[in-house]
């Protein structure tokens, strides 16, 4: 077995759905370009922090020296459906995003990455380095998952995996060891435009542009301040993040749940008590939350959120 083989068979004994391999050149230039327009028309809001290490972001073997290879990795999060209940509909409550009902992906993912290269270094020699990546560093890592094969990026702009649908966690390791790569998938959305009918606020428009500043995941997440009245009305009883996009995807519907069972999900998240959160102390955010991406929007944001919220039930009831 090669040495690619036997990295992939760990990945997914470690727990990974996905893994596929790619070199460490920079990402295709047709993405650089396109990369490059979208931040320099505006679309990236108040989100300054993609504008740094652009270099970086597209030229993986930068954020290592001597990079040959990157190892991506995908995670399905679909949650499963939860059991219907009689809803207490004296309890106004907003919703959370399926991938923050689950415990935070990020150290999740790193501390398997971690366990994948230690058994690289043991199976490869230790002489060679790695840099794992999960989120936070600067890399284009949807369009080196889809340049490793495991998917493709739709229209919502998120990876589409043909089997798993869009709910992935992706994550990568760049490093010096030089591996067979693997080839894109072919497929794409055709002349699917349902995740753009579907979006409340039209961030997503049919010639391919996506705004982040009229996005209810980076309004709810990002966005510092008094969000627009009319984007805020959009936003519904929606508290953290956003679903429609993913949901109205084909490839959605099919997908199987998360079957790690070492990922911890919350059913309780799905939906939060509106007033329970108005009420919240920031002792009791940063406990209730500690283990969350919920907590990266901040107590106060949380609360400009569930204020929306429940103006909007009251608005529609």
């Known amino acids: 077995m090669s040495l690619s083989k036997e990295i992939k068979c760990k990945a997914i004994e470690l727990g990974f759905d996905l893994i596929g391999i790619t070199d460490a ?19 990236p809001g108040q989100m300054s922090y993609l504008h740094n290490n652009f270099e970086k972001r597209t030229q993986p073997a930068l954020l290592l020296e001597n990079a040959q290879s990157v190892i991506c990795v995908g995670l399905n999060y679909k949650p ?21 009902q689950y415990e935070d992906y990020h150290p999740f993912i790193k501390e398997r990455l971690h366990k994948l290269t230690e058994f690289i270094s043991s199976a490869g020699g230790p002489q060679h380095k790695f840099k794992i990546c999960v989120d936070s560093v600067p890399l284009a890592e949807r369009s080196l998952a889809a340049r490793a094969g495991l998917g493709f990026i739709g229209k ?60 209810i995941n980076y309004l709810t997440i990002e ?4 969000i627009p009245p009319k984007l805020a009305e ?37 939906k939060l008590d509106l007033g329970r959160i108005l009420n919240l102390t920031q002792q009791d955010f ?16 949380l609360k400009r959120n569930a204020r929306i919220c429940l103006e ?6």
């Open 234 to 270: 959009k936003t519904g009883d929606r508290i953290f993040g956003c679903n429609e996009c993913v949901i109205a995807c084909p490839y959605q519907i099919n997908a199987p749940v998360c079957k790690n069972k070492h990922f911890k999900l919350y059913n309780n998240r799905a």
């Open 25 to 43: 050149s920079p990402i295709d230039t047709r993405q650089v370009e396109l990369l490059s327009r979208w931040l320099k028309s505006g679309c």
């Open 156 to 215: 919502n702009r998120m990876l589409i995996n043909p089997e798993l649908g869009p709910q992935i966690f992706l994550g990568e390791i760049i490093t010096t060891l030089k591996l067979s790569t693997d080839k894109p998938i072919t497929k794409n959305c055709s002349n699917c435009d349902k995740c753009i009918t579907a979006c409340p606020t039209h961030a997503l428009t049919p010639d391919g542009q996506f705004d982040a500043n009229r996005c």
């Open 286 to 301: 940063d406990a209730e939350f500690a283990d969350s991406t919920i907590r990266r929007s901040g107590l106060e944001r």
């Open 312 to 317: 909007n039930i009251n608005r529609y009831s």
């Open 223 to 226: 966005y510092k301040g008094r």
């Open 80 to 100: 499963p459906k939860q059991n219907p209940k009689q809803p207490d509909t004296t309890v106004p409550t907003g919703k959370v995003a399926s991938y923050a």
